[in-house]
Nanobody
Framework: QLHLAESGGGSVQAGGSLRLSCVAS????????WGWFRQAPGKEREGIAI???????TYRDSVKGRFTISKDNAKDTLYLQMNQLTPEDTAVYYC??????????????????????WGKGTLVIISS
């Protein structure tokens, strides 16, 4: 079992930055594919930034160049640095992990069934 807990969400103005954190506990020493996902009101959940067990990263086009995913294995913590935020980035942000999906497959996940473990989410609101 793996437990995930996100933090760092909040309300910022457009152009600002936020850093989300996701602390993992439980079976953290297994090789997972990790990712950040978001779900805006009335929209499907979407994968936005993925890091695989080799440390390779993959991003959705809409966040490339603005968001950076990273993982501190010593702290069992996944991060998402978000810069140049726009109102279109407003959503609940979730971290997730899976034992078998590839990074490309994870990027295409649109619901809970696509990844093995999910956090409860953290709300990000960007005002114009």
């Amino acid at each position: 079992q793996l437990h995930l807990a996100e933090s760092g969400g909040g309300s910022v103005q457009a152009g600002g930055s936020l850093r989300l954190s996701c602390v993992a506990s439980g079976h953290t020493r297994i090789s997972y594919t990790w990712g950040w996902f978001r779900q805006a009101p009335g929209k499907e959940r979407e994968g936005i930034a993925i890091i695989d067990s080799d440390g390779m990263t993959t991003y959705r086009d809409s966040v490339k160049g603005r968001f950076t995913i990273s993982k501190d294995n010593a702290k069992d913590t996944l991060y998402l640095q978000m810069n140049q935020l726009t109102p279109e980035d407003t959503a609940v942000y979730y971290c997730a992990a899976d034992l078998v999906v590839t990074a490309e497959q994870a990027l295409g996940v649109t619901d809970l069934y696509g990844m093995d473990y999910w956090g409860k989410g953290t709300l990000v609101i960007i005002s114009s």
